[in-house]
Nanobody, 123 residues
Framework: QVQLVESGGGLVQAGVSLRLSCAAS????????MGWFRQAPGKEREFVAV????????YYADSVKGRFTISRDNAKNTVYLQMNNLKPEDTAVYYC????????????????WGQGTQVTVSS
C-alpha cells in the first residue's frame, strides 16, 4: 500500500529555515502529483504547495509564496519543502499528500497522506 513518511520538523525561532522531506513507497512515485498541506490547532487543513509528477509545475499558497519551495527527486521517491524565513504563523502539523497525475490545491483530491510532522516557530 502507499506509504508517505514525513521528516524534518522541529522547534525553531522565527526567521530561520527548515527543510521537510517526504519519502514515498508503494506507488509509482514519478506518476504522482505531490503536495504539502498544514493544519494548525483548531483550524482546517490548508494547502501549502504542490508539484506536478515531472517537477515542472509548482503552485503555492499566497501565505508562503516567495518563502517556501517545493521540489522532488523521482530517483529517491522523495518530495521536499524548503521553508525559509519562518514565521510564528507557520506553526502547524505539515502533511505530505499524493494523487495520481495532475495537481490540485484541494485537500479532497488527495487520497494518500502521511502521518505529519510538527513545525513550531517561536517569536
Amino acid at each position: 500500500q502507499v506509504q508517505l513518511v514525513e521528516s524534518g520538523g522541529g522547534l525553531v525561532q522565527a526567521g530561520v529555515s527548515l527543510r521537510l522531506s517526504c519519502a514515498a513507497s508503494g506507488l509509482i512515485f514519478s506518476t504522482y502529483g505531490m503536495g504539502w498541506f498544514r493544519q494548525a490547532p483548531g483550524k482546517e487543513r490548508e494547502f501549502v504547495a504542490v508539484i506536478s509528477w515531472n517537477g515542472i509545475n509548482t503552485y503555492y499558497a499566497d501565505s508562503v509564496k516567495g518563502r517556501f519551495t517545493i521540489s522532488r527527486d523521482n530517483a529517491k521517491n522523495t518530495v521536499y519543502l524548503q521553508m525559509n524565513n519562518l514565521k510564528p504563523e507557520d506553526t502547524a502539523v505539515y502533511y505530505c499528500a499524493g494523487r495520481p497525475y495532475g495537481v490540485s490545491r484541494d485537500v479532497r483530491d488527495f487520497g494518500s497522506w502521511g502521518q505529519g510532522t510538527q513545525v513550531t516557530v517561536s517569536s
